[in-house]
T-cell receptor
Framework: GNSVTQMEGPVTLSEEAFLTINCTYT??????LFWYVQYPGEGLQLLLK?????DKGSNKGFEATYRKETTSFHLEKGSVQVSDSAVYFC??????????????FGTGTLLAVQP | DGGITQSPKYLFRKEGQNVTLSCEQNLNHDAMYWYRQDPGQGLRLIYY???????QKGDIAEGYSVSREKKESFPLTVTSAQKNPTAFYLC????????????FGPGTRLLVL
């Protein structure tokens, strides 16, 4: 079946460090891929997305490239800030012809950035 | 401002009680979704609706019910049959054309007394 696997957290970094959060997926066909961010006590916000192989999504200094050959969509940021502390979710939308457009989420990775 | 609102922010349920969580959107989206979030388990789909007066069960629908009488509203009822209702509940809506992006509300935390 379709699934998303994220690296387990928490990930603890110092301010200005480089961030990588790994995400791999299993899906038939060509899913769309997403990263969402959840700040404490809040809902999820879309961070970035990619809809086809080799697409790069980017927003607020975060980037992720859709790699079909490795079925991956790793999240990166060159220099993290304390304000980036949050839970990050990788998700895919199954290419089922648009019948449901459901999202499948990973378990989330907690990022804690220390000053 | 367009967006999704959920109320209340916190909700307390007594044993044997049904409670209803509100979700309203003014984004003119056709599709709406309810998720349950438990620590370390990510989000699990409860129910979804792609159009008014129609909805389908998600992966964990037992003990929950929904209605979709208006495009902008998709309330979720947690019934007494749901034996472990303590969780964070998230509502989302989605544009079905163009980018097909899902947008989330701020969530409701349900606690059992």
């Amino acid at each position: 079946g379709n699934s998303v696997t994220q690296m387990e957290g928490p990930v603890t970094l110092s301010e200005e460090a480089f961030l990588t959060i790994n995400c791999t997926y299993t899906a038939t066909g060509y899913p769309s891929l997403f990263w969402y961010v959840q700040y404490p006590g809040e809902g999820l916000q879309l961070l970035l997305k990619a809809t086809k192989a080799d697409d790069k999504g980017s927003n607020k200094g975060f980037e992720a490239t859709y790699r079909k050959e490795t079925t991956s969509f790793h999240l990166e940021k060159g220099s993290v800030q304390v304000s980036d502390s949050a839970v990050y979710f990788c998700a895919l939308r199954t290419p089922d012809g648009g019948a449901t457009n459901k999202l499948i989420f990973g378990t989330g990775t907690l990022l804690a950035v220390q000053p | 401002d367009g967006g999704i609102t959920q109320s209340p922010k916190y909700l307390f349920r007594k044993e044997g009680q049904n409670v209803t969580l509100s979700c309203e959107q003014n984004l003119n989206h056709d599709a709406m979704y309810w998720y349950r979030q438990d620590p370390g388990q990510g989000l699990r789909l409860i129910y979804y609706s792609q159009i008014v007066n129609d909805f389908q069960k998600g992966d964990i629908a037992e003990g929950y019910s929904v209605s979709r009488e208006k495009k902008e509203s998709f309330p979720l009822t947690v019934t007494s049959a749901q034996k472990n209702p303590t969780a964070f509940y998230l509502c989302a809506s989605q544009d079905q054309a163009g980018t097909v992006t899902q947008y989330f509300g701020p969530g409701t935390r349900l606690l059992v007394l």
